[in-house]
C-alpha cells in the first residue's frame, strides 16, 4: 500500500476519536450562576443544586433565599442570573425586562400552633374562606371562639403575615380576593420566621408554602403546627373529600384532584433580565427536563407535559 494512503487512512480513522474527545472538553460545563429569590422555591433550588453540580463540578451555584421581591429586584438588577419568583410576573416588570418561565408550582396553607385552645374543632370543622377573610382583611373576627362560632371561647387570635414582599403572602392575599399589602398581622420575615412564629405562639394563626408547613423526610406536618382544613362546602364539617391535610402526600393528591382552592397554588418562576444565556440557560433547561424528577421529593407539584413544553419554547 502506498505510505501516503497509508496515511490518509491513519488520519481518517482518528479523528472521529479525536473529534469525539474534543467536543466532549468543550461541551463540559463550567461557570457561575447567582441565584436569589422566593423562599418558597428555595428548598426546591437547593436540590436541584445539589445534583446538577454533581453532573457538572465545574459549574458554581449560589443560592440565597430574601422573598420574591428581592428575587425580581436582583435578577432586573443584574445582581443576580437567575431570580426565584414564587407569585405571578406583573406587567411592570415584564416591562422592565423580566423574562420568565415556570418550574414547579407549590400551594399555600394556613397553620396554626399544635396546642391551639380549638384545635380539635378547627381539625373537624376547619374554616371557611370567609372565616380567613375575616380574620386577615376585615379583622372582625379576633377571638378563636369566634372561629368555630363558641363565644365562650375568649383567647384572642395573633395574626401573623410576611414583613417581606413575598409569593406567599401574595398568593394567600389572591386566595382572599386581595393583594399582600391588604392582610392585617404582626409581620415576620421569611418563611421559617412566620412558621416559627406560630410553633412559639399558642394562640398565632399564619400561612405557609407547603414545603414548609411539612416535613420533607417524615412528610408529616412539621412538629409544633398544625395544617387547618379548608371548608370548602362550607357546611360546617371537613368532609372526607376535604380531609387530605395529614401528610404531604395526601395534600398533593387533594390538589392533584382540584379539592384544594386553585387561588392558593401559585406558579414558581425563574427569571433573568431579557432573556436565559450561557450556563445560566443549561441549567434551567436541566431543571425543566431531567430536574423534574426531583420536585415529587421535594414537596412540590409536578409540571403538566404541555406546560413543561411551553416553557422549553421559551428558552428558544
Known amino acids: 500500500m502506498n505510505r501516503k494512503l497509508v496515511v490518509i487512512v491513519l488520519i481518517a480513522l482518528t479523528v472521529p476519536i479525536l473529534g469525539y474527545s474534543y467536543f466532549a472538553r468543550v461541551s463540559e460545563l463550567e461557570g457561575e450562576i447567582k441565584v436569589s429569590g422566593a423562599w418558597a422555591l428555595y428548598p426546591?433550588?437547593?436540590?436541584?443544586?445539589?445534583?446538577?453540580?454533581?453532573?457538572?463540578?465545574?459549574i458554581k451555584i449560589e443560592v440565597s433565599a430574601g422573598g420574591a421581591g428581592k428575587g425580581m429586584a436582583d435578577a432586573l438588577g443584574?445582581?443576580?442570573?437567575?431570580?426565584?419568583?414564587?407569585?405571578?410576573?406583573?406587567?411592570?416588570?415584564?416591562a422592565k425586562g423580566a423574562y420568565y418561565v415556570v418550574v414547579t408550582r407549590g400551594a399555600v396553607v394556613a397553620t396554626v400552633n399544635d396546642d391551639n385552645p380549638i384545635l380539635n374543632d378547627l381539625l373537624t370543622k376547619?374554616?371557611?374562606?370567609?372565616?380567613?377573610?375575616?380574620?386577615?382583611?376585615?379583622?372582625?373576627?379576633?377571638?378563636?371562639?369566634?372561629?368555630?362560632?363558641r363565644p365562650s371561647v375568649t383567647d384572642v387570635v395573633h395574626v401573623y403575615t410576611r414583613s417581606d414582599s413575598a409569593g406567599a403572602a401574595?398568593?394567600?392575599?389572591?386566595?382572599?380576593d386581595?393583594?399582600?399589602e391588604d392582610l392585617g398581622g404582626i409581620g415576620v420575615y421569611g418563611d421559617p420566621g412566620l412558621l416559627e412564629a406560630v410553633r412559639k405562639d399558642r394562640l398565632g394563626i399564619a400561612f405557609n408554602n407547603i414545603g414548609y408547613a411539612y416535613d420533607l423526610k417524615t412528610k408529616k406536618q412539621v412538629q409544633g403546627i398544625r395544617v387547618v382544613p379548608i371548608d370548602t362546602?362550607?357546611?360546617?364539617?371537613?368532609?372526607?373529600?376535604?380531609?387530605?391535610?395529614?401528610?404531604?402526600?395526601?395534600?398533593?393528591?387533594?390538589?392533584?384532584?382540584?379539592?384544594?382552592?386553585?387561588s392558593a397554588i401559585n406558579n414558581l418562576h425563574l427569571v433573568a433580565k431579557s432573556k436565559f444565556t450561557g450556563v445560566t440557560r443549561e441549567f434551567v433547561k436541566w431543571i425543566l427536563t431531567d430536574g423534574q424528577e426531583y420536585v415529587d421529593e421535594a414537596g412540590f407539584l409536578p409540571l403538566s407535559e404541555d406546560v413543561i413544553g411551553e416553557q422549553l419554547k421559551k428558552l428558544g
Open 78 to 94: 443584574g445582581l443576580v442570573d437567575l431570580g426565584m419568583i414564587s407569585r405571578d410576573i406583573y406587567a411592570e416588570e415584564i
Open 170 to 176: 401574595e398568593t394567600w392575599a389572591k386566595y382572599l
Open 126 to 149: 376547619g374554616a371557611t374562606k370567609q372565616c380567613f377573610y375575616n380574620i386577615y382583611i376585615a379583622g372582625n373576627v379576633t377571638t378563636w371562639g369566634q372561629v368555630i362560632g
Open 178 to 180: 386581595k393583594r399582600q
Open 44 to 58: 426546591m433550588m437547593v436540590k436541584w443544586t445539589e445534583e446538577y453540580q454533581k453532573l457538572h463540578p465545574k
Open 233 to 262: 362546602n362550607e357546611n360546617g364539617r371537613i368532609d372526607p373529600e376535604e380531609d387530605f391535610y395529614s401528610t404531604k402526600d395526601r395534600i398533593v393528591e387533594g390538589i392533584g384532584r382540584g379539592a384544594f382552592p386553585s
